[in-house]
C-alpha cells in the first residue's frame, strides 16, 4: 500500500515538475514542443520533467537560502536536540523570577524608597514634601482592591 | 500575597481541579467540601460560598498572568522564544480555563471581576504591542497604521476564545497540542507582515508546529 501510494505521489511530483519545467521554457518553445507533442507525447513530457527537475534543485536552493536567512535572524536553535519542554520550563522560571513576588517587589520598592529619601535630603534639606506627597499616594492604591474583598 | 490557612490554599487547589476538570457549572461548594472529605460548614467557615472561592482563584489567576505579561519582551525575541513565550501566557489560560469556558456567564453573575478581567485583558493588548513594536523596530515586520495596534487586539481577542472554541471546535488532543495549535494560529497572523519575508516564515511555523504536535 505504501508503495502505491509513493507511486502516485511521485506521478504528482512528476506532474508538477513538468508545470514548472513549462514555466521555466519560453512560451513559444513549448508552443513548438507541443506540436510536436503529437508525434511523441512522452518525450515532451519527459523533457519537461528533467527541465523541471533543474528549476526544483534552484527553487529549492533559494528556499533554503531564504530559510537559513530567515532562522538566523530569529536564533538558530531549530534543530535536532532542541527540546521544547525544557526551554518552555527554563522561561517559566525566567519569567516568574524576572517578575518577582509581591514581596520581594515590596522590598525592593522599600530600598528604592530609601535612596529616593536619601537623595533628597541631600538635594533639598529643609524640602521633605515631595517625600511626604509621595507616600500616600502609594500606600493608597494596594489599599482600595483590599477595601473590595 | 495574602497569607493563607494550610486549609483555604488546600480549598482554592482542589477547587480549581474541580472547575477545571468538571466544568464550572457541574461544582458547587458542597462539592467541594465532599471531595476534600470536611463539612460544608466547615468550607463555609473557610469560604462563603463557590463564588467566593473563584474570586480568591481570580486573584491568583491575575498575578500569576500579570508577572508574565510584565516580563521584559521589548528587545527582540527569537523566534522559538516568542512560541515559548505566547505558550506560557496559553498556559496560565489554561491553567485557569473554567473561567475561560464559561466567561459570560460568570461575568454576569460575579460583576466584580469584570473591571479586573477588562484590566487585564488591556495589559495583555499592551503586551503584544509591544512584541509586535520590537519586531517592526529591528524591521523584520512592516505595519500600516492602524495595523499593529489592530493586529495585537485580534490576538488578545484569539487568546481569550481560543480554548471555548477549540472545545466548540471538537479539536482532539491533549492540552499541550491545543496549546501549541493556539500558538501557531497566533503567530500565523502575523505572517503577512513579513514582507518578501513571509513565505520562509510560514514554512519555519508550519515546520515548528508539526515537531512540537508531531
Redesign the interface.
Known amino acids: 500500500m505504501t508503495d502505491k501510494k509513493n507511486k502516485s505521489g511521485d506521478t504528482a511530483r512528476k506532474i508538477w515538475l513538468a508545470g514548472i519545467g513549462a514555466y521555466g521554457r519560453a512560451f513559444s518553445e513549448v508552443q513548438e514542443g507541443l506540436s510536436k507533442a503529437t508525434k511523441n507525447t512522452s518525450k515532451v513530457f519527459d523533457e519537461l520533467v528533467q527541465k523541471g527537475e533543474v528549476l526544483e534543485t534552484v527553487v529549492t536552493h533559494k528556499?533554503k537560502e531564504?530559510?537559513d536567512?530567515?532562522?538566523d535572524?530569529?536564533?538558530d536553535?531549530?534543530g535536532d536536540g532542541?527540546d521544547?519542554d525544557e526551554?518552555?520550563a527554563k522561561?517559566?522560571a525566567?519569567?516568574?523570577r524576572?517578575?518577582?513576588?509581591?514581596?520581594d517587589m515590596e522590598d525592593r520598592l522599600d530600598a528604592i524608597e530609601a535612596k529616593l529619601d536619601e537623595v533628597l535630603k541631600l538635594l533639598k534639606p529643609k524640602k521633605a514634601a515631595p517625600k511626604k506627597k509621595a507616600a500616600p499616594r502609594k500606600k493608597a492604591a494596594p489599599k482600595k482592591p483590599a477595601a473590595?474583598? | 500575597m495574602t497569607e493563607r490557612s494550610k486549609t483555604k490554599e488546600k480549598i482554592l487547589r482542589t477547587a480549581l481541579a474541580l472547575l477545571n476538570n468538571e466544568g464550572e457549572v457541574n461544582i458547587t461548594a458542597v462539592d467541594i467540601a465532599a471531595v476534600m472529605e470536611i463539612s460544608p460548614g466547615n468550607l463555609y467557615y473557610h469560604y462563603k460560598g463557590k463564588d467566593v472561592i473563584i474570586v480568591e482563584l481570580f486573584a491568583d489567576f491575575e498575578s500569576e498572568l500579570r508577572q508574565v505579561l510584565a516580563a521584559p519582551v521589548n528587545k527582540p525575541m527569537a523566534l522559538e522564544d516568542n512560541w515559548i513565550y505566547l505558550y506560557i501566557i496559553f498556559e496560565e489560560i489554561n491553567d485557569f480555563r473554567f473561567f475561560f469556558l464559561n466567561l459570560t456567564s460568570l461575568l454576569e453573575r460575579i460583576p466584580e471581576l469584570k473591571p479586573k478581567f477588562t484590566r487585564l485583558l488591556s495589559l495583555m493588548q499592551k503586551t503584544f504591542e509591544r512584541l509586535l513594536s520590537g519586531l517592526e523596530a529591528s524591521g523584520h515586520l512592516n505595519f500600516r497604521t492602524d495595523e499593529k495596534q489592530i493586529l495585537s487586539e485580534r490576538l488578545t481577542a484569539h487568546f481569550t476564545y481560543w480554548l471555548p472554541y477549540a472545545n466548540l471546535r471538537g479539536l482532539k488532543g491533549s492540552p499541550k497540542t491545543i496549546i501549541h495549535e493556539g500558538v501557531y494560529t497566533a503567530l500565523t497572523q502575523i505572517t503577512p507582515h513579513w514582507g518578501n519575508q513571509s513565505e520562509p516564515y510560514a514554512a519555519l511555523l508550519k515546520d515548528f508546529l508539526d515537531e512540537q504536535v508531531g
Do not use: E, Q
Not at chain 1, 98 to 103: I, K, L, W
Open positions: 528556499s531564504a530559510f536567512k530567515v532562522s535572524k530569529f536564533g536553535t531549530i532542541f521544547m526551554r518552555i522561561m517559566r525566567r519569567l516568574k524576572g517578575g518577582g513576588d509581591d514581596a473590595k474583598k
